[in-house]
């Protein structure tokens, strides 16, 4: 049985490079601002948030979920922990 992975969560992974040095120029989807950003890549390592467009992120990350606030993580605030 396989398990069910929602394609924005690839969107909620951190930008990562990688760790080669092949420096390409690819998107990522950015939480905190909830827009696509460009990064350099390495060529190898790295996760499933990179995108060879702009288009390609928004696509994905933005508009794919059309009627749904942007995917953000709140980074100041209450801490989860708090609420008790």
Known sequence: MG??????DLCLEPMSEGHCTEY???????TVSGDCRPFVYG????????????????SQCILGRRGK???RIQTSGSNINDQR
Not at 3 to 8: E, G, H, Q
Not at 24 to 30: D, H, I
Request: charged letters at 15%; one cysteine or more; hydrophobic letters at 35%.
């Open 69 to 71: 606030e942007p995917i």
């Open 24 to 30: 390409v120029l690819l998107w990522y989807y950015y």
């Open 43 to 58: 060529g190898c390592g790295g996760n499933r948030n990179r995108f060879s467009s702009k288009q390609g992120c928004e």
């Open 3 to 8: 398990i069910l992975v929602l394609s924005a």
